[in-house]
């Protein structure tokens, strides 16, 4: 089993920046990749940053050249540093490992842009 926290979510104005964490514990190997996802209301959950394990990266449209996914092995982590954000940022983000043993999602964290 693996466990997911995701923290760092907050209210900040247009233009504002923001680090998300993923924190994973639990038997944790084989993974395939680490996937930022987030969901605005009334919308389908949407990936927004993967992160393989050989290190490659790989981003939606809407936020390349303003959102840089992270990792810290050593503190089994994942990070989302977002930058010049939106009102159409807003939503609740996810973080997701994929393993070749299963699936796993966090509870998530709530980001909120004010114009």
């Known amino acids: 089993q693996v466990q997911l926290a995701e923290s760092g979510g907050g209210l900040v104005q247009a233009g504002g920046s923001l680090r998300l964490s993923c924190a994973a514990s639990g038997s944790i190997f084989a993974i395939n990749a680490v996937d930022w996802y987030r969901q605005a209301p009334g919308k389908q959950r949407e990936l927004v940053a993967r992160i393989i394990d050989g290190g490659s990266t790989n981003y939606a449209d809407s936020v390349k050249g303003r959102f840089t996914i992270s990792r810290d092995n050593a503190k089994n982590a994942v990070y989302l540093q977002m930058t010049s954000l939106k009102p159409e940022d807003t939503g609740v983000y996810y973080c997701?490992?994929?393993?070749?043993?299963?699936?796993?999602w966090g509870q998530g964290t709530q980001v909120t842009v004010s114009s």
């Open positions: 997701n490992l994929a393993s070749a043993y299963g699936s796993w």
